[in-house]
């Protein structure tokens, strides 16, 4: 599972560049399904759930080679539209493969997607609009836990989601090529990597337009070619590596972001006393000579409103940083599951309902806490840093899922933080009693 041992209260200052964002690359390589010839990826981040998504891409039938950050796609030998169900329950972003595999074979099984426990996340949404394309939906005769999709005769239609969720818009993009005539998808989901697959899908010979508007209209029948392609920078990781600096009173400097992307923490951070200089594709950040206060209520909305996924790194960061404040959760209503493990370490916090409340004092002690999920347990390593004393965050699994290199990163910056793997640490001691 994997153990970090953290050592408080060390400044982390230095310079970055962002990884490739998860939440665009595997949406792009759940696209390259589409496509014959080959497809080059640069800037793919190195993440457990990159190495899922590809192991099932060869389950499928895909040629896959990788080289560090760059990936080669070839799926002009795909001979399979089954996703394994024990692959498809490691995380939820096999869930595209729905759409892609509908137009590439006319057909696709899939089972519940898996990812990490945050709260209910429904696929009806896109049940709903695959059927409206004209998909055939149904539970399989041999497993009830699989679902069959055949795509039958798949017309272009216009589509209004009742959430703009970013998994059911991303599938139905996908799915769309295919149809005959014209898809438009509105109330679609406006973030930056849903604009990213637009472009990713278009230099590979199809015609999507509107991404980023929360309208999208896909013009549907042409056939997909492989290309090169650079996947953008992740937004989630420089903002948590931006509240990780700052909350140790340090100055970063994170190349190759778009600033954009990150405005609502940016005006967050700002309001607060942080000092923040924006430049091209990059963004520098300094915790300044002052004690950081943030007050008021933060919610997490939709893009371009403050992202669910840094939420719990926020949270981390004002148990140090916030002066009577509030951190609100719109979207996933099992998210704060990490504040408990903050309690541990005397965040000085109330958990209510979809809200945790920030009181007064900003102290916190090292502790042995468990990572339950991705971005929870980016929380508790930035706490872990910001706390007086040594700090354990278990299961190290979930945050490898997003973040590459995450303890070479920290270190690199001045951070004290080491990992060791639980598997190994019980085998040396159990060879420690038997030769004594």
Same mark, same amino acid.
């Given at each position: 599972?994997?153990?970090?041992?953290?050592?408080?209260?060390?400044?982390?200052?230095?310079?970055?560049?962002?990884?490739?964002?998860?939440?665009?690359?595997?949406?792009?390589?759940?696209?390259?399904?589409?496509?014959?010839?080959?497809?080059?990826?640069?800037?793919?981040?190195?993440?457990?759930?990159?190495?899922?998504?590809?192991?099932?891409?060869?389950?499928?039938?895909?040629? $896959?080679?990788?080289?560090?950050?760059?990936?080669?796609?070839?799926?002009?030998?795909?001979?399979?539209?089954?996703?394994?169900?024990?692959?498809?329950?490691?995380?939820?972003?096999?869930?595209?493969?729905? +759409?892609?595999?509908?137009?590439?074979?006319?057909?696709?099984?899939?089972?519940?997607?898996?990812?990490?426990?945050? +709260?209910?996340?429904?696929?009806?949404?896109?049940?709903?609009?695959?059927?409206?394309?004209?998909?055939?939906?149904?539970?399989?005769?041999?497993?009830?836990?699989?679902?069959?999709?055949?795509?039958?005769?798949?017309?272009?239609?216009?589509?209004?989601?009742?959430?703009?969720? $970013?998994?059911?818009?991303?599938?139905?993009?996908?799915?769309?090529?295919?149809?005959?005539?014209?898809?438009?998808?509105e109330n679609s989901a406006r973030e930056p990597e849903i604009v990213a697959l637009?472009?990713?899908?278009?230099?590979?010979?199809g015609n999507v337009e509107g991404a980023g508007s929360g309208i999208i209209t896909?013009?549907?029948?042409?056939?997909?070619?492989?290309?090169?392609?650079?996947?953008?920078?992740?937004?989630?990781?420089?903002?948590?590596?931006?509240?990780?600096?700052?909350?140790?009173?340090?100055?970063?400097?994170?190349?190759?972001?778009?600033?954009?992307?990150?405005?609502?923490?940016?005006?967050?951070?700002?309001?607060?006393?942080?000092?923040?200089?924006?430049?091209?594709?990059? $963004?520098?950040?300094?915790?300044?000579?002052?004690?950081?206060?943030?007050?008021?209520?933060?919610?997490?909305?939709?893009?371009?409103?403050?992202?669910?996924?840094?939420?719990?790194?926020?949270?981390?960061?004002?148990?140090?940083?916030?002066?009577?404040?509030?951190?609100?959760?719109?979207?996933?209503?099992?998210?704060?599951?990490?504040?408990?493990?903050?309690?541990?370490?005397?965040?000085?916090?109330?958990?209510?309902?979809?809200?945790?409340i920030i009181n007064g004092n900003n102290i916190l002690y090292g502790g042995d806490?468990?990572?339950?999920?991705?971005?929870?347990?980016?929380?508790?390593?930035?706490?872990?840093?910001?706390?007086?004393?040594?700090?354990?965050?278990?299961?190290?699994?979930?945050?490898?899922?997003?973040?590459?290199?995450?303890?070479?990163?920290?270190?690199?910056?001045?951070?004290?933080?080491?990992?060791?793997?639980?598997?190994?640490?019980?085998?040396?001691?159990?060879?420690?009693?038997?030769?004594?």
């Amino acid at each position: 599972m994997g153990t970090y041992h953290i050592k408080g209260g060390r400044k982390l200052s230095g310079e970055m560049e962002a990884s490739g964002a998860k939440n665009a690359a595997l949406p792009i390589l759940a696209a390259s399904v589409i496509t014959t010839g080959e497809n080059v990826f640069e800037a793919c981040p190195e993440i457990s759930d990159v190495d899922s998504m590809i192991t099932i891409l060869r389950s499928l039938g895909c040629e $896959v080679v990788r080289d560090g950050a760059q990936l080669a796609v070839n799926a002009s030998g795909l001979s399979e539209s089954r996703i394994p169900e024990e692959l498809m329950k490691e995380m939820r972003s096999s869930v595209f493969l729905a +759409g892609s595999l509908l137009a590439r074979c006319g057909e696709a099984v899939i089972s519940s997607p898996g990812g990490c426990n945050i +709260g209910r996340r429904p696929i009806d949404i896109h049940i709903k609009g695959l059927r409206r394309l004209g998909a055939d939906i149904r539970q399989s005769t041999d497993n009830p836990d699989h679902i069959v999709i055949k795509a039958g005769k798949l017309r272009g239609t216009q589509l209004k989601l009742d959430y703009p969720s $970013v998994g059911a818009t991303e599938n139905l993009m996908l799915a769309a090529i295919s149809a005959e005539g014209t898809t438009v998808i509105e109330n679609s989901a406006r973030e930056p990597e849903i604009v990213a697959l637009q472009e990713y899908i278009n230099k590979c010979g199809g015609n999507v337009e509107g991404a980023g508007s929360g309208i999208i209209t896909i013009k549907g029948g042409t056939k997909l070619h492989g290309c090169s392609h650079r996947v953008i920078a992740d937004r989630i990781e420089a903002g948590t590596f931006m509240l990780m600096s700052l909350g140790t009173g340090g100055e970063i400097y994170i190349k190759g972001i778009t600033a954009e992307y990150l405005r609502p923490l940016i005006n967050c951070l700002k309001e607060g006393g942080c000092r923040i200089r924006e430049e091209r594709n990059s $963004v520098y950040a300094s915790a300044g000579s002052d004690s950081i206060k943030i007050s008021g209520c933060i919610s997490t909305a939709p893009y371009p409103g403050f992202p669910t996924d840094l939420q719990p790194q926020l949270t981390a960061f004002l148990t140090k940083h916030g002066a009577k404040c509030t951190v609100e959760e719109n979207i996933f209503e099992n998210r704060f599951r990490y504040a408990k493990q903050l309690i541990k370490m005397g965040a000085d916090i109330e958990i209510s309902k979809k809200q945790v409340i920030i009181n007064g004092n900003n102290i916190l002690y090292g502790g042995d806490v468990e990572a339950e999920d991705l971005r929870g347990g980016a929380a508790l390593v930035i706490a872990g840093l910001m706390a007086e004393g040594d700090t354990a965050v278990r299961n190290t699994k979930y945050i490898k899922r997003g973040y590459s290199r995450f303890a070479g990163k920290i270190r690199a910056m001045g951070g004290e933080i080491r990992e060791n793997d639980e598997r190994e640490q019980n085998s040396k001691e159990c060879q420690k009693k038997e030769t004594t």
